[in-house]
């Protein structure tokens, strides 16, 4: 891939994006308005079916990283981070729809940054974990919180769950972390606002860390975290992340087509640990219960 540098010689980032150009995958660079394929077909970005941009085979998870994230849950950050997966299944694109399931109520947003893996990696220092991520991506890490009270500990259907997984627009490279603003709205109003500086642990660092034990190959994924105040959406709201340098991620929830089977496996419950975490981790202080819908 080509690296734009200025007179001076730092390198400029650079935005790629996947989309479905006449129904084959296909890497495309951002050309002002425009999306370029590499035989010269254009499409407009408004008019693109975006893909995720980058093609994993492995999506892994931090716990909590921001600090008003721990602060809201009045918790304590470990000594060293610690991770869950999202499984393939769960990754799309801009502008998909992501569906909750007919007999959930409880699915919260979480607005991140996505590390994006560009060469095989396997016991690096926090000084080489950088020359290993092929840029970074905005993502939404969405919780199924029906789940919560069997799934805590792995968060498989919590977060796991068919759709809960978009990264996009574009892969972004040459990109600088630091300082770098983040924010969630719902339908247009701002739920989550912080910058990167609240990151306990950054890029480098995670990348570092999980590739002391585990190989990571070009593609993989690896999100980095939220800042407080996810909360409950509901079907028909439009929830979009926005990270300063890397653009936005927008996405639709929808309700799923088939309602959640009752005759295998636990049921979606309603405890005080799932509303407790689907609303922040005070709302029976506050008295606030969001409407059903």
């Keep these: 891939m080509t690296t734009a540098t200025t007179s001076g010689g730092s390198a400029l980032p650079i935005s790629t994006r996947r989309i479905l150009l006449d129904g084959y995958p296909t890497q495309v660079v951002e050309n002002g308005q425009d999306l ?25 998870c ?24 999202k499984p393939l299944t769960s990754l799309c694109g801009h502008g998909a729809d992501i569906v909750r399931p007919d007999g959930c109520k409880w ?10 893996i560009g060469r095989t990696c396997r016991n690096v220092s ?29 968060m498989l259907r919590v977060k796991g769950s068919d759709t809960l997984c978009p990264v996009g627009p574009s892969l972004v490279e040459n990109w600088d972390f ?28 995670l990348v570092a860390d999980l590739a002391r034990t585990i190989t990571l190959v070009p593609g993989d994924v690896i999100l980095s975290g939220t800042p407080a105040n996810s909360r409950t959406v509901y079907p028909g709201d439009v929830v979009t992340v ?7 991620l927008t996405n639709t929830i929808v309700s799923g087509p088939t309602a959640i089977r009752t005759d295998v496996g636990a049921q979606p419950s309603e405890s005080e640990e799932v509303l407790s975490t689907a609303q922040g981790g005070d709302w029976e202080f506050r008295g606030i219960r969001p409407p059903q819908k």
Excluded at 63 to 81: D, G, I, T, W
Excluded at 242 to 248: A, I, Q, R, W, Y
């Design 178 to 205: 630091r300082g770098k603003g983040i924010r969630t709205l719902v339908n247009g109003e701002v739920r989550q606002e912080a910058t990167t500086d609240e990151m306990q642990w950054d890029m480098h660092y």
């Design 36 to 60: 370029v394929a590499g035989d010269g077909r254009r499409v407009a970005i408004t008019e693109a079916n975006h893909l995720a941009p980058c093609q994993p085979t492995k999506i892994i």
């Design 242 to 248: 926005e990270v300063e340098g890397l653009g936005s």
């Design 126 to 154: 926090p000084d080489e974990a950088g020359n290993y991520i092929a840029g970074y991506s905005v993502a939404n890490d969405y919780g199924l919180h029906d789940f919560r009270d069997t799934d805590a500990g792995s």
């Design 62 to 85: 931090i716990h909590l990283n921001y600090r008003s994230r721990v602060e809201e849950f009045m918790a304590k950050l470990p000594a060293a981070p610690t991770y869950f997966h």
């Design 107 to 116: 699915l919260n947003y979480e607005g991140e940054i996505a590390i994006v």
